[in-house]
């Protein structure tokens, strides 16, 4: 990659980091696949995961070159979304089974 970072889109709301990293790739015209080896520094296992499982070096890169706060990049991947609704809905079932028992 010949250009430097540009003014970058934030990802949206909701949006998979890996989607992210696909519209960045897209917009300095490279494969996903070299963006992710080439900038991210990723191994192709890594990119092979990484919709599931975001590593902590690729968000220490784009968070660094983006200028965007690691803790917004964080939870951005399938394996986190899915541990933050599980924790979401045993709360859930906590609070109905308490309210059964003792409302």
């Known amino acids: 990659?010949?250009?430097r970072w540009p003014l970058h889109?934030?990802?949206r709301d909701n949006q998979l980091l890996s989607e992210w990293v696909?519209?960045?790739a897209d917009l300095y015209e490279?494969?996903?696949q070299n963006f992710c080896k080439k900038v991210l520094k990723l191994t192709s296992d890594e990119i092979?995961?990484?919709k599931h499982s975001a590593p902590e070096k690729a968000l220490i890169i784009l968070?660094?070159?983006t200028n965007?706060?690691?803790d917004d990049l964080r939870g951005r991947d399938i394996d986190s979304r899915f541990k933050k609704w599980e924790k979401?809905?045993?709360t859930r079932i906590e609070v109905e089974d308490l309210q059964r028992r003792y409302l």
């Open 30 to 32: 490279v494969s996903y």
């Open 68 to 70: 965007i706060p690691i």
């Open 1 to 3: 990659m010949d250009k």
């Open 48 to 50: 092979y995961h990484f």
């Open 22 to 24: 696909q519209e960045l």
């Open 9 to 11: 889109p934030k990802p």
């Open 63 to 65: 968070a660094r070159e």
């Open 88 to 90: 979401e809905y045993n």
